[in-house]
């Protein structure tokens, strides 16, 4: 993490944004750009202050206060996956245009279904049903709640933003490509945000925390219920970390209530018919995006 400065420049605003998508690789390449001298990156990794549920109501000096530390010749940016969550978010292209019509915008894209599935694991875990095992497979739970299929509709996604940028503003990022070729797709981003010095010298590393935070999820829920039994709670309270853990991973794991309750924490896999209807819903929207775009998402299949 950058250290923080002086305060300098009270009214800098970014120079380019990462726009999305979720889960698509978006924390690690904000890590790799924050660790480059030339850039400062905001803290938090996503202020969402062009969303109007989340910070908008902090005003613009709230949002200017982000970037005050960094340095005079540094290229500032921040990275939140709200700006394409159309239409559940509203408004996000025409909010930045009026900040900053010159704006440049970064739209990470992931294999669409790949992305979804992913998706509904976050939105279920840590933003809807926190600590709560699943009670809904994905299809059950995108008819409730279609951000997770909306969000990878990429080619509507960028159509919000062509009615305020250029598409010379826009660099479309793979996924896909970022992770397996980092050394190639990193200097053609420095490239874009006009750094000057485009050496690699980093591994990226895509972090997927969600088995290990539904692990823990697993974890606590048994917690609680064995801390209604007094002698239990005492005994808890009282032992070693290092105790419990061993306790935990050597020995109720194996147990087969202890397994059972894990599975309650893993969503079920999509079969072969969700993912036929997934293909289907994806097919039109990625070969708009293929040809206006010219992005190869045959690989996606």
């Known amino acids: 993490m950058k250290e923080k400065k002086e305060n ?38 996503e202020p969402c202050y062009f969303d109007e549920s989340v910070n908008w109501y902090r005003g613009i000096d709230w949002y200017k206060s982000l970037f005050e530390c960094a340095d005079e010749g540094q290229i ?3 990275a939140s996956t709200n700006y394409t969550r159309w239409p559940q978010v509203n408004g996000v292209p025409k909010k930045i245009h009026s ?5 440049k915008l970064i739209y990470v894209m992931r ?12 939105r279920w875990t840590k933003e809807i049903n926190p600590g709560k095992p699943f009670s809904e497979n994905f299809e059950e739970f995108c008819k409730k709640d279609p951000m997770c299929i909306d969000s ?17 503003q826009i660099l479309t990022v793979i996924f896909e490509e970022l992770v397996n070729n980092p050394e190639k797709v990193l200097p053609e981003i420095y490239d ?35 801390k209604k039994n007094r002698v239990i709670r005492v005994l808890m309270n009282i032992a070693p970390t290092l105790l419990k853990d061993f306790v935990y991973n050597r020995i109720l794991l194996k147990t087969k209530i202890i397994k059972l309750r894990n599975k ?7 079969n072969s018919e969700q993912v036929k209807k997934l293909n289907l819903i994806f097919k039109e929207p990625n070969k708009l995006l293929s040809e206006k775009y010219n992005i190869d998402t045959e690989k996606w299949w």
Request: charge should be positive; charged fraction near 25%; proline fraction near 5%.
């Open 8 to 45: 300098k420049n009270k009214n800098r605003i970014p120079d380019s944004i990462i726009i999305g998508s979720a889960k698509s690789g978006t924390t690690s390449l904000w890590h790799y750009l924050n660790a480059h001298p030339d850039v400062f990156m905001s803290t938090p990794k």
């Open 76 to 78: 500032c940016g921040e």
């Open 99 to 103: 900040l900053s019509p010159n704006m």
């Open 111 to 122: 294999n669409p279904i790949a992305r979804s599935y992913s998706h509904y694991i976050h």
């Open 152 to 168: 990878s509709l990429y080619y509507e996604q960028l159509e919000q933003y062509l009615n305020y940028f250029s598409k010379e």
């Open 192 to 226: 874009f945000i006009n750094i000057k010095n485009k050496k690699v010298e980093l591994k990226l590393s895509v972090e997927n925390m969600n088995k290990e935070f539904r692990t823990g999820n697993a974890k606590n829920s048994l917690s609680i219920e064995l």
């Open 264 to 270: 309650e924490f893993e969503p079920q896999k999509l």
